[in-house]
């Protein structure tokens, strides 16, 4: 299994509502990324998490929420987000957070509209 | 600080070469990687370099130069498909814990036309 999977793909959410975003890996790997996605520019990290501990973050605010429950999966919870927000959310996992050649496997994303 | 440069937008003929070039500045240079990403869709790995010189996989060949701090990805006998974004992304090699954060640029929009 060499793939990252997310869910949902689209998700359409209000402001005063909480939704979480899930990514799942099954390669084994110890570290994990949240990217940002705004159309027509480059994902920009949010979250790093390494041996599933918190070990970056990108100044984020905190109505992104993020949790790592083992090290296959890992949850974006959401809450009270802006019209802003909306993006594509993009997770990635890697082999070992500190190896020089650490290709990252991005999964499918999702696609986050707020309304 | 950091910065990646990398042209917005190319266009070439389906069959022909094309060259993508990626100039960056980085405090801690660890690793240069090309990912190729569809409209709408993630972004998957094409190549990696971090000592100077051409690494080539089938049709796509990257290059890259330390000193000059400068990158390119050539893709040969282009199809329609290779129609993207190609984003040129460098690890640097930050002070939080050894961890290595990837940057990316802009990305550059490939159109193939027949």
């Known amino acids: 299994d060499t793939e990252v999977t997310q869910t949902p793909k689209h998700l359409v959410m209000g402001m005063t509502n909480k939704k979480s975003l899930k990514c799942e890996q099954h390669?084994?790997?110890?570290?994990m990324y949240w990217y940002k996605q705004k159309a027509k520019k480059p994902p920009e990290l949010m979250f790093v998490y390494s041996y599933e501990k918190l070990s970056i973050n990108e100044s984020v605010p905190s109505r992104f929420s993020p949790e790592c429950p083992n090290s296959s999966l890992l949850n974006l919870h959401l809450h009270a987000l802006q019209p802003e927000d909306s993006a594509l959310y993009l997770c990635?996992?890697?082999?070992?957070?500190?190896?020089?050649?650490?290709?990252?496997?991005f999964g499918p994303g999702t696609r986050l509209t707020v309304l | 600080g950091q910065n990646i440069d990398q042209p917005t937008e190319m266009t070439a003929t389906e069959g022909a070469i094309v060259q993508i070039n990626c100039t960056y500045q980085?405090?801690?240079?660890?690793?240069l990687f090309w990912y190729q990403q569809h409209a709408g869709e993630a972004p998957t790995f094409l190549s990696y370099n971090v000592l100077d010189g051409l690494e080539e996989k089938g049709r796509f060949s990257s290059f890259l130069s330390r000193s000059k701090g400068y990158s390119y990805l050539l893709l040969k006998e282009l199809q329609m498909k290779d129609s993207a974004s190609y984003l040129c992304a460098v690890r640097d090699q930050g002070a939080r814990g050894g961890y290595n954060k990837l940057i990316f640029g802009a990305g550059t929009r490939l159109a193939v036309h027949p």
């Open positions: 390669m084994g790997h110890r570290a």
């Open positions: 990635a996992s890697s082999q070992e957070p500190g190896l020089a050649y650490n290709e990252q496997f």
């Open positions: 980085t405090s801690g240079f660890n690793g």
